[in-house]
């Protein structure tokens, strides 16, 4: 069963930063792709970045790029979102959510979409980053 835990939100002044933690068990193959999204109250669910796992190939929301980067550790277990620069409109709930193979998803479907809700198959339960003016 695949599980995804995520840690690391709390409250920061504007200008700040932060780092979540997405804490990753279950996955059966080893380029499974993990994403962040974010959801600020009467939004909808936003991705912010990706990462698959294997090569550590990074995606970016345009409204994050310079800001936030996506890592993982070396045992490719827990996944980072540090978060740098955070602005009032960065406030939401941070999910982490993942997909068990990049391989065969393209096999299958023929192409991915690393910022989609759609694209993932498993998510945690939401950790709130609040930004303060």
């Known amino acids: 069963e695949v599980q995804l835990v995520e840690s690391g939100g709390g409250l920061v002044q504007a200008g700040g930063s932060l780092r979540l933690s997405c804490a990753t068990s279950?996955?059966?193959?080893?380029?499974?792709?993990i994403g962040w999204f974010r959801e600020a109250p009467g939004k909808e669910r936003e991705g912010v970045s990706s990462?698959?796992?294997?090569?550590?190939?990074?995606y970016y929301a345009e409204s994050v790029k310079g800001r936030f980067t996506a890592s993982t550790d070396n045992a490719k277990t827990t996944v980072y979102l540090q978060m740098s620069t955070l602005k009032p409109e960065d406030t939401a709930v941070y999910y982490c959510?993942?997909?068990?193979?990049?391989?065969?998803?393209?096999?299958?479907?023929?192409?991915?979409?690393?910022?989609?809700?759609?694209?993932?198959?498993?998510w945690g339960q939401g950790t709130q980053v609040t930004v303060s003016s």
């Open positions: 990462i698959s796992i294997k090569d550590e190939l990074t």
């Open positions: 279950g996955f059966t193959f080893n380029d499974y792709v």
């Open positions: 959510a993942g997909f068990g193979s990049l391989r065969r998803r393209i096999m299958s479907e023929g192409s991915w979409y690393p910022l989609q809700t759609r694209t993932y198959d498993y």
